[in-house]
């Protein structure tokens, strides 16, 4: 069972920078692929980032440019680096990892961190 506890969220001014860390535990062999979502008062979950056990990334078209997602295979982590942050980034993420027999889907998820922006 794997776990994900992530952290570095808070408030920042409009402009500003976070970086969001996520450490992942347990059987992290089977993670094939880690991400970022995030949801906001009123919205559905939306996604953000993705990274593959590869390294392959995508993201959502509203953080491309600003947002850079990464891992460190070594410490079993993956990292949002979030620049030029807009009040509109408000909300809490929740880090997300897809082991190998859930292709599609990501089934295991932390218990999120308040990103606030304000303007």
């Known amino acids: 069972q794997e776990q994900l506890v992530e952290s570095g969220g808070g408030l920042v001014q409009a402009g500003g920078s976070l970086r969001l860390s996520c450490a992942a535990s347990?059987?992290?062999?089977?993670?094939?692929?880690m991400g970022w979502y995030r949801q906001a008062p009123g919205k559905q979950r939306e996604l953000v980032a993705t990274?593959?056990?590869?390294?392959?990334?995508n993201y959502a078209d509203s953080v491309k440019g600003r947002f850079t997602i990464s891992r460190d295979n070594g410490k079993n982590t993956v990292y949002l680096q979030m620049n030029s942050l807009k009040p509109d980034d408000t909300a809490v993420y929740y880090c997300?990892?897809?082991?190998?027999?859930?292709?599609?889907?990501?089934?295991?998820w932390g218990q999120g961190t308040q990103v606030t922006v304000s303007s």
């Open positions: 997300a990892a897809r082991p190998d027999w859930s292709p599609n889907l990501y089934v295991y």
């Open positions: 347990g059987n992290i062999f089977s993670i094939n692929a």
């Open positions: 990274i593959t056990r590869r390294g392959s990334t």
